[in-house]
């Protein structure tokens, strides 16, 4: 972890028994995560480093990025079931108390749609970088 400890901010509490969970997690990516990944990675849009499969408290977002909260989920099949939605739902509420915004695409708008999917990313970003840069430094939950 590069000498961060799991009471960094940006991991907002996660224990460890997440972030190996994270680990195996990276191991085993589906071609929708790969695709979105390579779209992501190496600061492509607006600068912004995403990191993938990152622990935040209790989950694992399958891209986040610190310095705007941002989380991008890839969402399979099982997320189509009542039960997992709910479950979904009230993961997507836990992350907004910390103050991160939870975007949300399927497999296949990914594999199907990656251009403008990305560019929905992008829209995104950009409105939440005009946030960082109006509120004081540090402020919030969990800093930044």
Same mark, same amino acid.
């Given at each position: ?20 969970m994270?680990k195996?997690?990276?191991k085993?990516?589906t071609?929708?995560?790969k ?15 995403? !990191?993938?499969q ?7 977002? $399958?891209?986040?990025?610190? +310095? %705007? &909260?941002? @989380?991008? /989920? ?18 997507s ?10 975007? !949300? ?9 990656? $251009?403008?999917?990305?560019? +929905? %990313? &992008?829209? @995104?970003? /950009? ?18």
């Amino acid at each position: 972890m590069k000498g961060l400890s799991v009471d960094y901010p940006m991991y907002f509490g996660a224990t460890s028994k997440i972030f190996k969970m994270a680990k195996e997690l990276r191991k085993t990516e589906t071609k929708a995560e790969k695709l979105l990944w390579s779209r992501l990675r190496k600061n492509q849009i607006l600068g912004l480093q995403f !990191r993938r499969q990152h622990p935040i408290n209790l989950f694992v977002a $399958d891209f986040y990025c610190p +310095k %705007i &909260k941002l @989380i991008v /989920e890839v969402d399979g099949n099982i997320h189509e079931i009542p039960e997992y939605q709910a479950h979904d739902i009230g993961r997507s509420d836990i992350l907004n108390d910390f103050g991160i915004t939870v975007i !949300r695409f399927t497999n296949e708008q990914i594999t199907d749609e990656i $251009d403008s999917i990305v560019d +929905k %990313i &992008k829209i @995104i970003s /950009e409105k939440l970088m005009l946030e960082v840069k109006k509120s004081p430094p540090y402020g919030g939950l969990g800093g930044r």
